[in-house]
């Protein structure tokens, strides 16, 4: 047997070594986050966004990549870089909200803290998961309140570029539509309960009940009173809805456009998917309590583009601090 005890001292010797590099690059590494646990991940002319903040900026990019222009399964770094633009534009709110001495109002206050409810209600555990508490996402939805603040400051009645009530009325008629309808369904249902499509003559017969009621509607019958009839259910009258060109709310896709065509107080048939409509236009009132729920985005599609580019060209002004060990240390807890 040939002696082993020079290989045994070198092997020794290896092991210690070893050891002593794991354990000088473990204590580097809690260095190094303690070091960046007290540095903010981002500072915008001295406004600091705490890191509750930040990661939820990482977990909104990671949860819609494709809103920020990303795909799927991203890099971390692309992640965090849009993450980092979402911080600034939040911090920009802030600041310009503080320029101007705003001030949200008890209503503002009280829909954000509704819309918090909401989503901790729904994600709570999730956003714990990632360290963002409730009151976090309650200085979200009050920065969303303030930007909509200033964005009225401008364009409201009284703002530095008011936009008048005709031209506001304008947009809403171009992107929303006020109407009273009810429908039936160009299905039917057999004996063994299965929904199947009508037959071509069971259509025709439903396509004439509905063309003769908008013959009884220009006799003098009120729409409601037909819909009554039809359903049976005497004492129950439609209420006015209002849909926009985005939207859908159970109608077709080409629902809106057709309902678009009619003319403001006349009644026609609308088909769209399998259903079919008998719809009363209704003509939009800036009086109506439902123009007050549609005022800020009819503003905002008729100026909208405009804001956004006078937005980006102050958040170009900013001053931006970055450490990217902090960033990259917090992004870690969001995407693993």
């Not at 045994?8 to 690059?25: F, I, T």
């Not at 705490?50 to 920020?68: G, I, M, N, S």
């Not at 006020?178 to 009508?198: C, P, W």
């Not at 896709?253 to 088909?271: L, N």
Request: net charge negative; aromatic share 10%; no cysteine.
């Amino acid at each position: 047997m040939k002696p082993t005890g020079n290989k045994d001292k070198k092997r020794r010797a290896v092991m210690l070594w070893v050891s002593g590099a794991l354990a000088v690059a473990a204590a580097a590494a809690i260095t190094l986050t303690v070091i960046f646990a007290g540095v903010p991940p981002l500072s915008v002319n001295g406004f600091e966004l705490d890191d509750e903040l930040y990661r939820y900026f990482v977990d909104t990019v990671r949860a819609a990549p494709e809103d920020y222009g990303l795909v799927e399964n991203s890099p971390d770094s692309s992640i965090i870089e849009e993450a980092n633009q979402l911080a600034v534009e939040y911090a920009a709110v802030e600041l310009q909200f503080a320029e101007k001495g705003a001030v949200l109002t008890a209503a503002d206050k009280s829909t954000a803290s509704k819309e918090t409810n909401n989503l901790w209600r729904i994600f709570g555990d999730y956003y714990e998961s990632i360290g963002v508490e409730k009151t976090t996402l309650m200085l979200v939805r009050e920065n969303v309140a303030k930007s909509n603040v200033l964005f009225s400051l401008i364009y409201e009645t009284g703002g530095s570029k008011a936009v008048s009530e005709k031209d506001l009325l304008a947009s809403f008629n171009k992107n929303y539509v006020v109407f009273r309808e009810f429908s039936d369904s160009f299905t039917t249902t057999n004996e063994l309960g299965e929904i199947t499509a009508m037959t071509d003559a069971e259509k025709k017969a439903l396509r004439t009940k509905f063309s003769n009621m908008v013959s009884q509607v220009q006799s003098g019958q009120s729409i409601d009173e037909i819909f009554s009839s039809y359903y049976d259910v005497n004492g129950q009258s439609l209420s006015d809805e209002v849909l926009g060109k985005n939207e859908r709310s159970g109608y077709g896709d080409d629902f809106f456009a057709k309902v678009q065509k009619i003319t403001a107080g006349s009644t026609a048939v609308v088909e769209s998917g399998k259903e079919i409509h008998l719809v009363e236009r209704v003509a939009a009132s800036k009086d109506a309590e439902y123009f007050w729920s549609y005022r800020l985005p009819a503003l905002k599609a008729l100026k909208g583009e405009e804001y956004n580019k006078a937005f980006a060209e102050y958040v170009a002004t900013l001053s931006v601090d970055e450490s990217s060990g902090t960033q990259k240390r917090l992004a870690r807890r969001v995407l693993g």
